[in-house]
C-alpha cells in the first residue's frame, strides 16, 4: 500500500472514530438542511449526521484503489501518478520574469507600444 492510501485510510479511520466518540452526545435528530432564512428544514438521524461523510471517504478510497486495477491501461495510470509539474523555485523565477516584462511594457510610451 502506498504511503498516501496509508494517510488517507488514518484520516478515515480518525473520522470514524471521532464520530464514535460524539455518537452519546448528539441529539437524536440532527439538522441536515437550512432554508434560505437560515431556519432548519431538514433532519436526519444521528447516525447517518455523524457517519455518512466517513462512508462516503471510504467508498471513494476503495474505488480510487480499484479503479486502476481494473484499467486495461494500467501502464497509462503510472505515466500520470509522477509529478507533471516543474519545480516550484522554477515557478517563482518564471513569475518574476513575466512581472519584469510587465514593468518594462509599462515604462514605454504610447507611441513606441503602437510601433
Do not use: C
Not at 492510501?5 to 484520516?11: E, G, N, R, T
Not at 466517513?54 to 509529478?83: A, H, S, T, V, Y
Not at 507533471?84 to 513569475?95: A, Q, V
Amino acid at each position: 500500500m502506498r504511503k498516501s492510501s496509508k494517510i488517507v485510510l488514518a484520516l478515515i479511520i480518525l473520522t470514524f472514530i471521532i464520530g464514535i466518540y460524539f455518537y452519546s452526545h448528539f441529539p437524536d435528530q440532527v439538522a441536515s438542511h437550512w432554508n434560505t432564512k437560515g431556519e432548519v428544514d431538514g433532519y436526519m438521524s444521528k447516525f447517518w449526521g455523524l457517519f455518512i461523510a466517513p462512508f462516503i471517504m471510504l467508498g471513494m478510497w476503495i474505488l480510487f484503489i480499484l479503479i486502476p486495477k481494473m484499467d486495461p491501461l494500467k501502464e497509462n495510470i503510472e505515466k500520470f501518478r509522477k509529478p507533471r509539474f516543474p519545480h516550484p523555485k522554477f515557478l517563482i523565477l518564471e513569475n518574476q520574469k513575466l512581472g519584469n516584462r510587465k514593468l518594462e511594457v509599462g515604462k514605454l510610451g504610447k507611441s513606441e507600444v503602437g510601433s
